[in-house]
């Protein structure tokens, strides 16, 4: 439930919400009624700074297990030993690795591991990685309660044009929709900034998959669609949340493994990408927090 442009304004003032406190009333009202009204409006929950510290320490260390994973990944591995290491660096940080038994059926490893014509949600196995493959790695981890989510494509040796094409605007689309995020800037935004710039490269937004807050849970409100939408939910200071774009080279819809209920392929079979962050909204703007720490 969200509230659009004429609906009366949530202060009370009796305004609609354009005339009133559009859209720059998250920076107008103080922190705590601005978080009991996004609980209630939204089921958005605004983190305080005690939190945000939780969250960024643990997408740290999400962050620097995924870069050394991504380090591992060459030709000849198998993304099952990217799981088997994933296990054991899970372990060395104390850290409890968020996709083991998630969800129904339960996801059967510690990551996800998504080769070419993989959207999202590949279950690592015993399959080689071979020279032209590409690859996202997706990691979240829990620690304390807390949870961080990232993910980021390799390439092994040189893939065709089409797979470099779908990794290249796939992590230009984040970075674009990453510099949207800001106090007052609505959720819609996200998806206006991805969609406009794969088009114009002639790629196409998975709209069956999409981010989501992610903090206190693995999946939170709000969803954060990488495609146009018309979420009228302003951004405001505390919220965390991932902004994972899934670019296809070919059409758009993707297709669920009916053995293993997880595996989402591109119908076309044409390669797809994805790159994820978490990101926290600042006073000012927004802040990364999936950045690995410094080797
Ligand atoms: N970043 C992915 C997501 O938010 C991670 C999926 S893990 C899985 O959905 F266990 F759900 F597959
Ligand atoms: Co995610």
Redesign the pocket.
């Known amino acids: 439930m969200h509230i659009t442009r004429n609906d009366p304004c949530w202060c009370g003032s009796g305004k609609k919400w354009k005339k009133c406190h559009y859209p720059k009333a998250p920076l107008t009202i103080d922190p705590l009624t601005l978080a009991k009204r996004y609980l209630k409006q939204y089921g958005i929950v605004l983190k305080t700074a005690p939190q945000i510290d939780k969250i960024r320490h643990i997408c740290r260390i999400t962050a620097g297990i995924l870069d050394q994973l991504c380090q591992s990944a060459r030709a000849g591995v198998t993304t099952l030993e990217l799981d088997e290491l994933s296990r054991k660096l899970h372990k060395e940080k104390g850290v409890i690795p968020?996709?083991l038994n998630?969800?129904y059926p339960p996801?059967p490893k510690t990551i996800?591991t998504s080769l070419n014509e993989v959207i999202?949600?590949g279950i690592p196995e015993n399959r080689v990685l071979k020279d032209g493959d590409i690859m996202n790695i997706?990691v979240?981890c829990i620690l304390d309660g807390y949870f961080g989510?990232c993910?980021r494509m390799v390439a092994i040796g040189e893939p065709p044009k089409e797979s470099q094409l779908v990794m290249d605007v796939s992590k230009e689309c984040l970075a674009r929709a990453i510099s949207v995020c800001k106090p007052g800037a609505f959720i819609w935004e996200i998806g206006q900034a991805i969609e406009d710039y794969a088009t114009t490269k002639n790629c196409s937004v998975v709209n069956q998959?999409v981010?989501?807050g992610?903090g206190l849970a693995?999946?939170e409100p709000p969803e954060i669609p990488h495609h146009y939408n018309g979420i009228e939910i302003p951004m405001a200071p505390g919220m965390t949340f991932?902004i994972?774009p899934m670019i296809n080279a070919g059409v758009r819809d993707a297709v669920i493994d009916s053995t293993d209920s997880?595996t989402a392929r591109t119908k076309d079979g044409r390669a797809s990408a994805q790159w994820?962050h978490t990101l926290v909204i600042t006073e000012t703007g927004s802040e990364i927090l999936t950045h690995p720490p410094k080797r």
Request: with cysteine; hydrophobic share 25%; proline share 5%.
């Open positions: 968020a996709p998630y969800g996801f996800c999202c949600h997706d979240s989510d993910s998959f981010g989501h992610v693995f999946h991932t994972e997880w994820e």
